[in-house]
């Protein structure tokens, strides 16, 4: 059986360039093909699947950002790899943060673009596997995924399956991380709507004056910024979910407009005149208790009534911590796959500190606290030492050992490093290893960040 050759696409106006690249890359043992401009590069794309793509950002025509943006929006899962002349770091940098991989500047080391290439493969292979893992789990259309035996969690999943094949409004309720957001998707997958659109919209995270078109629309010319008809959240939805997650974050005016709509079955975009009949199951979810705002009066009552017709109660995980164990076997399979690791397995004592942590963020915060531990360990087994230190303890210097054997000053160096090297892994997780924005968040440069991951083997 022959192994397919990895397949590298030069982008580059100079012939002299992409002939010397396809001379070194062929003699590396990957197919190459080479054109001289964005069009062309856009065009061949039809026909020709590379794993990579090297490309001049200047170039006549279309430029190479600009082929890059049309090139992502078609193939958002294709690695790109900016060349850039040396001082136009700005537009590198703009490069990435529209998709691209990475960027190297001309004139560029041989070796240093052969390692590129490299890691920019292995990204790709993680990223079609990612890929696929999600569409998996996106097609299974049973409750038999979502991970629990614990006896509270055994009884949410009987009340969602009563109700998945109806039509009937659901009302999830938990706390922020129990996982509300799982259960409404399964709801979904195994109702009558499941070849339908699963639409999430996060109510506290739109801006109060665009509230009204993301989940409406609105026409052309509605306001400064409407420059072209937009459908909003319902349309988008018809003929299946809308799951309408942090529903206590809802303004009061936009409670009228939300209530109108599921008792009309129609809604009207922005600056529109026309009624538009939508089709919509609505689930919704929320971590605040609504009673409680209804008597302070933050939330309609009526509202209240037509949302809460089928009320689910998830419970936190610090009271079904016997499904701890199965999170972290999960967790451990998924993060070997998606980060390219060899964690086999968790030590007894490292279980237990997981077990009597209380989890305030519950199962996204272990999964948080999971995924930095497989990092620092990066194979074998994870021990006490690879957990964050909120949940292993903060360290204590003992007066007549550590600062007496190594002297305070490096003591102290010791601390800092340990604490300097997590809060860089929980801030690159929660950018997913976006080093632009993770160095932005850590309010330093990216070169600072990139040499302390380099410090830190990260």
Same mark, same amino acid.
């Given at each position: 059986?022959?192994?397919?050759?990895?397949?590298?696409?030069?982008?580059?106006?100079?012939?002299?360039?992409?002939?010397?690249?396809?001379?070194?890359?062929?003699?590396?043992?990957?197919?190459?093909?080479?054109?001289?401009?964005?069009?062309?590069?856009?065009?061949?794309?039809?026909?020709?699947?590379?794993?990579?793509?090297?490309?001049?950002?200047?170039?006549?025509?279309?430029?190479?950002?600009?082929?890059?943006?049309?090139?992502?929006?078609?193939?958002?899962?294709?690695?790109?790899?900016?060349?850039?002349?040396?001082?136009?770091?700005?537009?590198?940098?703009?490069?990435?943060?529209?998709?691209?991989?990475?960027?190297?500047?001309?004139?560029?080391?041989?070796?240093?673009?052969?390692?590129?290439?490299?890691?920019?493969?292995?990204?790709?292979?993680?990223?079609?596997?990612?890929?696929?893992?999600?569409?998996?789990?996106?097609?299974?259309?049973?409750?038999?995924?979502?991970?629990?035996?614990?006896?509270?969690?055994?009884?949410?999943?009987?009340?969602?399956?009563?109700?998945?094949?109806?039509?009937?409004?659901?009302?999830?309720?938990?706390?922020?991380?129990?996982?509300?957001?799982?259960?409404?998707?399964?709801?979904?997958?195994?109702?009558?709507?499941?070849?339908?659109?699963?639409?999430?919209?996060?109510?506290?995270?739109?801006?109060?004056?665009?509230?009204?078109?993301?989940?409406?629309?609105?026409?052309?010319?509605?306001?400064?910024?409407?420059?072209?008809?937009?459908?909003?959240?319902?349309?988008?939805?018809?003929?299946?979910?809308?799951?309408?997650?942090?529903?206590?974050?809802?303004?009061?005016?936009?409670?009228?407009?939300?209530?109108?709509?599921?008792?009309?079955?129609?809604?009207?975009?922005?600056?529109?005149?026309?009624?538009?009949?939508?089709?919509?199951?609505? =689930?919704?979810?929320? %971590?605040?208790? !609504? *009673?409680?705002?209804?008597?302070?009066?933050?939330?309609?009552?009526?509202? /209240?009534? &037509?949302?809460?017709?089928?009320?689910?109660?998830?419970?936190?995980?610090?009271?079904?911590?016997?499904?701890?164990?199965?999170?972290?076997?999960?967790?451990?399979?998924?993060?070997?796959?998606?980060?390219?690791?060899?964690?086999?397995?968790?030590?007894?004592?490292?279980?237990?500190?997981?077990?009597?942590?209380?989890?305030?963020?519950?199962?996204?915060?272990?999964?948080?606290?999971?995924?930095?531990?497989?990092?620092?360990?990066?194979?074998?087994?994870?021990?006490?030492?690879?957990?964050?230190?909120?949940?292993?303890?903060?360290?204590?210097?003992?007066?007549?050992?550590?600062?007496?054997?190594?002297?305070?000053?490096?003591? =102290?160096?010791?601390? %800092?490093?340990? !604490? *300097?090297?997590?809060?860089?892994?929980?801030?690159?997780?929660?950018?997913? /290893?976006? &080093?632009?924005?993770?160095?932005?968040?850590?309010?330093?440069?990216?070169?600072?960040?990139?040499?302390?991951?380099?410090?830190?083997?990260?």
């Amino acid at each position: 059986m022959f192994m397919k050759k990895p397949q590298i696409l030069i982008v580059d106006d100079e012939e002299k360039i992409r002939k010397v690249l396809s001379r070194m890359l062929e003699d590396e043992n990957y197919g190459v093909k080479s054109v001289e401009n964005g069009q062309k590069a856009i065009a061949i794309l039809n026909s020709y699947k590379p794993d990579v793509i090297i490309m001049d950002q200047n170039m006549p025509g279309i430029n190479g950002i600009e082929a890059l943006v049309t090139i992502k929006e078609k193939n958002p899962n294709l690695t790109v790899i900016i060349i850039t002349a040396h001082g136009e770091v700005s537009l590198a940098v703009d490069a990435i943060k529209k998709g691209a991989y990475d960027y190297l500047e001309k004139p560029f080391d041989n070796d240093k673009l052969l390692l590129l290439i490299k890691r920019a493969m292995d990204h790709q292979r993680l990223t079609v596997e990612i890929s696929d893992l999600k569409r998996k789990l996106t097609e299974q259309k049973s409750f038999e995924s979502i991970i629990g035996t614990n006896e509270k969690m055994k009884k949410v999943i009987e009340q969602a399956k009563c109700v998945a094949d109806t039509d009937t409004t659901v009302l999830i309720q938990g706390e922020s991380g129990v996982g509300k957001e799982i259960i409404a998707n399964a709801i979904h997958q195994t109702s009558r709507r499941k070849d339908g659109p699963f639409i999430t919209v996060n109510c506290g995270a739109i801006p109060f004056s665009l509230i009204e078109s993301e989940l409406f629309g609105h026409e052309k010319g509605a306001f400064t910024d409407a420059k072209e008809t937009k459908p909003g959240k319902f349309e988008q939805a018809d003929g299946g979910t809308l799951f309408l997650d942090e529903l206590g974050e809802l303004p009061l005016d936009a409670q009228v407009k939300l209530l109108r709509v599921l008792e009309d079955k129609k809604i009207t975009k922005v600056g529109g005149i026309k009624p538009i009949p939508v089709n919509v199951r609505i =689930l919704s979810a929320t %971590n605040n208790n !609504l *009673e409680e705002r209804v008597q302070k009066g933050s939330f309609r009552l009526d509202l /209240y009534y &037509r949302l809460n017709i089928f009320p689910i109660q998830i419970p936190p995980l610090r009271d079904r911590k016997d499904d701890i164990p199965l999170f972290i076997e999960y967790f451990i399979n998924v993060f070997n796959c998606e980060l390219g690791l060899h964690i086999k397995n968790m030590s007894k004592e490292a279980v237990d500190r997981l077990l009597n942590y209380n989890w305030p963020g519950n199962i996204r915060d272990l999964q948080n606290a999971i995924q930095s531990a497989m990092i620092l360990c990066r194979e074998g087994t994870i021990t006490r030492e690879h957990l964050p230190m909120r949940i292993k303890g903060y360290p204590v210097i003992d007066g007549t050992k550590q600062v007496f054997n190594s002297g305070l000053d490096e003591s =102290l160096k010791s601390i %800092n490093s340990k !604490l *300097e090297k997590e809060l860089i892994i929980e801030a690159l997780n929660k950018c997913n /290893y976006n &080093r632009t924005e993770t160095a932005n968040l850590l309010k330093i440069s990216r070169k600072t960040l990139f040499n302390k991951m380099k410090q830190y083997n990260l």
